[in-house]
């Protein structure tokens, strides 16, 4: 079974910076892609940003130009650099992996979430 763990999350004021980091972890498994997705108070969750095992990455548009995603493959292990960071980001950001069972890459297993306030 193959388990996310999230840290990093966190309340800063607008325009500063959080990394958010996430870890794979199990037994035999391998990650084709890992994303960062979030869910705002009564919001519906959606993408923020996703990378695959070769390098693809995609942002939505809301974040491009402000959000860094990075993944390290030997270590199963995903960042999401934010700068510039608004109030809208405010949402418990969750990480996610697709590990070859869903298509398109969509999420396979997702970690426990990690709250992320940003306050004007």
């Known amino acids: 079974q193959v388990q996310l763990v999230e840290s990093g999350g966190g309340e800063v004021q607008a325009g500063e910076s959080l990394t958010l980091s996430c870890t794979a972890s199990?037994?035999?498994?391998?990650?084709?892609?890992m994303g960062w997705y979030r869910q705002a108070p009564g919001g519906q969750r959606e993408t923020v940003a996703a990378?695959?095992?070769?390098?693809?990455?995609n942002y939505r548009d809301s974040v491009k130009g402000r959000f860094t995603i990075s993944s390290d493959n030997a270590k199963n292990t995903v960042e999401l650099q934010m700068n510039s960071l608004n109030p809208e980001d405010t949402a418990v950001y969750y990480c996610?992996?697709?590990?070859?069972?869903?298509?398109?890459?969509?999420?396979?297993?997702w970690g426990q979430g990690t709250l992320v306030t940003v306050s004007s």
């Open positions: 996610a992996a697709n590990l070859g069972y869903s298509p398109n890459y969509y999420p396979d297993v």
């Open positions: 199990g037994s035999a498994f391998t990650v084709n892609a």
């Open positions: 990378i695959t095992n070769t390098g693809v990455t």
